[in-house]
């Protein structure tokens, strides 16, 4: 089956430095990741999606990466402000454009 | 245009009775998707429409759960003879397959707490 895989535990960083958060897959590559950032009681909201062909995706401040030979994406949030503090979910696709999740990570930026 | 809507926003049933949530989702898209997310968990997929496609329902997680899609619009999740397993949220996503690639739009989701 395929698997994302995100740390499970909370990354708590100092506004204005820059946050990454890790996605890694298993199997086969898919045809594209996607993050979405999901606050307490709402629903996901997209962010951003990366092709498999793509090393690098940006909008605003932030950035993602694609490493196929890893089978990790990474995401940076440059200048970090308290107001990004939610939790980010890397997803990946399946056939029929069906997503599979990672558990998501938590991300606080204190002031 | 307005978003996906769910409801309700929040259910609290007795073990053992059916429920019903409702999904609204934007107008125009295709594609309907239900998800269910426990507390401290990622999404886990349930089930997914595509206009008149036979829905895949591989993600149910049994015969208790069941969904169907009126009109290719308005979507119904049942749950019948809800456990206490079954609580969770429930989140609602639609996405147009107008384009290359889907990015999915949630709904608010909605709290089953099964007492």
């Known amino acids: 089956s395929q698997k994302i895989e995100q740390n499970s535990e909370a990354l708590n960083i100092q506004e204005g430095k820059t946050a990454t958060l890790t996605c890694n897959y298993t199997?086969?590559?898919?045809?594209?990741l996607q993050w979405y950032r999901q606050d307490p009681g709402r629903g996901p909201v997209f962010l951003l999606l990366?092709?498999?062909?793509?090393k690098e995706k940006r909008k605003e401040r932030l950035k993602v990466t694609f490493d196929t030979t890893l089978k990790q994406s990474l995401f940076h949030i440059t200048a970090s402000q308290p107001a990004d503090s939610a939790t980010y979910l890397c997803a990946r696709n399946n056939a029929g454009n069906m997503l599979t999740f990672g558990g998501g990570t938590r991300l606080m930026v204190k002031p | 245009g307005a978003g996906v809507s769910q409801s309700p926003s929040n259910k609290v049933t007795e073990k053992g009775k059916d429920v019903e949530l409702r999904c609204d989702p934007i107008?125009?898209?295709?594609?309907l998707y239900w998800y269910r997310q426990s507390l401290g968990q990622g999404l886990e997929f349930l089930i997914y429409?595509?206009?008149?496609?036979?829905?895949?329902k591989s993600g149910l997680p049994s015969d208790r759960f069941s969904a169907e899609r009126t009109g290719g619009s308005v979507s119904t999740l049942t749950i019948q003879r809800t456990q206490q397993e079954d609580s969770a949220v429930y989140l609602c996503a639609s996405s147009s397959q107008a384009g290359l690639v889907y990015e999915q739009y949630f709904g608010p989701g909605t709290r089953l707490t099964v007492t």
């Open positions: 429409f595509q206009g008149n496609s036979a829905p895949d």
């Open positions: 199997n086969y590559s898919p045809a594209y």
């Open positions: 107008s125009g898209h295709t594609a």
């Open positions: 990366i092709r498999e062909n793509e």
